[in-house]
């Protein structure tokens, strides 16, 4: 861009031009050069555009785990515009780079506290980081060992707050209940608040909604799985951790249907998504037919079918031995092993569904993706 004509127009006047593209084009723009990203990332940009922009719901990607970039991005979906994005993260001076989650326009991430970020950091301390990618600006919280960066599922809502989930504990964290005493109980790490999970199994795709978190757990036997949802409230977070089961007697063989069962998010906090593969028959070992998407409301406990993946779609999944999924709001998207693509299942405002496939998908590994939704925005600040 050193030869072209923008560098001659003065800052004010690019920024009158960029400010009346939509929010995707302008993050598009900033992947062009150097110059266009110092241009469109300056503050005063940021503050042009506040007012008239609307957020942009995209399909983010998490890394795979087996390759850390040296310059890492982040890599989402526009569905709107039916094309792939990119994000630098090289502003965040860490190592190890992991986006996990996100919330309220802001990117969770798991980093390594070495610099430089070529280091190695086998035995490093992680620390999750919080940022806005489209505006460069990054807090860090509170230090945690590895070990929850590799067992954790990491769960963000308003108002800064962020839990960690395991088999055995739940790390929670807020800025506004940071314990102000030596003696608060339960125990306090690092400004982490501590608790025994008190759940039957591992947490499986652990969901954060309005102020309760609800979860898969597996109450079977060693030979055969039996799933179950539990929730609890986390507005009382100096009391012990209590979980209570989610059942309805209506509800018969519901779990029993689905294969693999994951938990999804839905567009507001009175519905949830469930997702998992039909199976053909109870027998212990039935293939599946399809893969279901069922949404619960949670205020009547009734079970609906939101959408049904169609058979020849399904084919390209039959061969792989597991599928990954992720998403959100009206979105639930799909991955598996040598399909090469993602199958993406959307939801109008009529409540009228489709299905279709997402081509293109960025970087090297074996197909299986996991991702989350991030809602970008300008007006985030971590």
Not at 62 to 74: A, F, G, Y
Not at 156 to 174: C, N
Not at 226 to 232: E, G, L, N, R
Not at 253 to 260: A, M, N, P
Request: aromatic share 10%; net charge positive.
């Amino acid at each position: 861009m050193d030869s072209s004509p923008f560098n001659s127009l003065p800052q004010d006047t690019l920024h009158q031009i960029f400010c009346h593209l939509p929010l995707r084009q302008i993050a598009a723009a900033k992947c062009v050069c150097k110059a266009l990203y110092s241009t469109l990332s300056s503050p005063s940009f940021r503050h042009l555009l506040r007012t008239q922009s609307e957020p942009l719901s995209l399909l983010a990607l998490k890394p795979s785990h087996r390759h850390v970039s040296p310059h890492p991005n982040l890599h989402a979906f526009d569905p709107a515009s039916n094309q792939w994005l990119k994000f630098s993260l090289s502003f965040l001076p860490f190592s190890a780079l992991h986006p996990i989650t996100s919330s309220h326009g802001l990117l969770y991430l798991w980093a390594s506290s070495q610099s430089p970020r070529n280091a190695p950091s086998q035995n490093s301390q992680k620390a999750l980081v919080v940022c806005n990618p489209l505006t460069g600006q990054f807090k860090t919280l509170p230090q945690l060992g590895s070990a929850w960066s590799r067992h954790g599922s990491v769960l963000a809502g308003s108002l800064s707050v962020v839990l960690v989930l395991t088999e055995l504990a739940i790390l929670y964290y807020s800025e506004s209940d940071i314990p102000k005493d030596d003696n608060f109980s339960p125990n306090v790490l690092n400004n982490w608040l501590k608790f025994s999970s008190n759940l039957p199994s591992k947490p499986r795709s652990p969901v954060l909604i309005s102020d309760f978190i609800l979860t898969l757990c597996d109450v079977g036997s060693p030979w055969r799985s039996q799933w179950a949802m539990f929730k609890t409230k986390i507005v009382h977070m100096e009391k012990t951790m209590q979980w209570v089961r989610v059942e309805k007697r209506e509800w018969g063989d519901i779990f029993d249907i689905l294969k693999r069962p994951r938990l999804v998010k839905a567009g507001n906090d009175q519905k949830v998504y469930m997702v998992g593969g039909l199976k053909s028959s109870y027998a212990l070992q039935s293939a599946c037919t399809t893969i279901l998407i069922l949404r619960l409301d949670l205020e009547s406990l009734e079970w609906e079918e939101a959408g049904r993946m169609p058979v020849e779609m399904y084919r390209c999944f039959v061969e792989s031995s597991k599928f990954k999924v992720f998403g959100g709001g009206n979105r639930v998207c799909f991955s598996a092993k040598r399909v090469g693509r993602l199958a993406l299942w959307e939801e109008n405002g009529d409540g009228k569904s489709e299905w279709r496939w997402v081509e293109g998908v960025p970087g090297s590994g074996d197909g299986l993706c996991r991702g989350f939704v991030f809602e970008a925005r300008l007006d985030a600040i971590p």
